[in-house]
T-cell receptor
């Protein structure tokens, strides 16, 4: 069956611009997670959705970062006024329920010039 | 604070040998541990998991061992193949009433398989 998909696979933007990153979870998975991975590091948790609501956004670095999941399926991570330090791979994962195995997408590679 | 660490950044093994990748964790209250494999340019791929009420779990060519006394986790890969070359991450889920299933990852061990 289809796994987690993420679009775009690569995104190059200029400092100060706004970007949106999309995640399509595995069908039927109620839990959705966003992580950020810097070069040579492990993924770092950003935000978790159970259904439509953000149950834990403690990993978002600041208020330039925001995520939504309006219908409990697809999620969009939004970054305002991008900075060079936002350059990283943004990973999305989904699981049947929180605490169950998380399956990751291929990631979106964001480069802020 | 919570942290998960791996003992060695790089492990080089001969094809056909067994590999052992180690991980130390600091949160004694964690109750769920996972190993992921990440190939270059791809997202992490689930390998095997274990809960804190177990000390060993086996999969196909892989075994995970959990030693809660010393807060140590290991991944054993039998008959290592070139396709096993990748970065391996251990991750844990902290317990508590605020548990959301979020994962805390270590920095990763790069496994290099020599033909």
């Amino acid at each position: 069956g289809a796994g987690v998909s993420q679009t775009p696979s690569n995104k190059v933007t200029e400092k100060g611009k706004y970007v949106e990153l999309r995640c399509d979870p595995i069908s039927g998975h109620t839990a959705l997670y966003w992580y950020r991975q810097s070069l040579g590091q492990g993924p770092e948790f950003l935000i978790y959705f159970q259904g439509t609501g953000a149950a834990d956004d403690s990993g978002l670095p600041n208020d330039r970062f925001f995520a939504v999941r309006p219908e409990g399926s697809v999620s969009t991570l939004k970054i305002q006024r991008t900075e060079r330090g936002d350059s990283a791979v943004y990973l999305c994962a989904s699981s049947v329920w929180f605490g169950e195995t998380q399956y990751f997408g291929p990631g979106t590679r964001l480069l802020v010039l | 604070g919570e942290s998960v660490g791996l003992h060695l950044p790089t492990l080089s093994v001969q094809e056909g040998d067994n590999s052992i990748i180690n991980c130390a964790y600091s949160n004694s209250a964690s109750d769920y541990f996972i190993w992921y494999k990440q190939e270059s340019g791809k997202g992490p791929q689930f390998i095997i998991d274990i809960r804190s009420n177990m000390d060993k779990r086996q999969g196909q060519r892989v075994t995970v061992l959990l030693n809660k006394t010393v807060k140590h986790l290991s991944l054993q890969i039998a008959a290592t193949q070139p396709g096993d070359s990748a970065v391996y991450f251990c991750a844990e889920t902290p317990t508590g009433s605020s548990n959301t299933g979020k994962l805390i990852f270590g920095q990763g061990t790069t496994l290099q398989v020599k033909p």
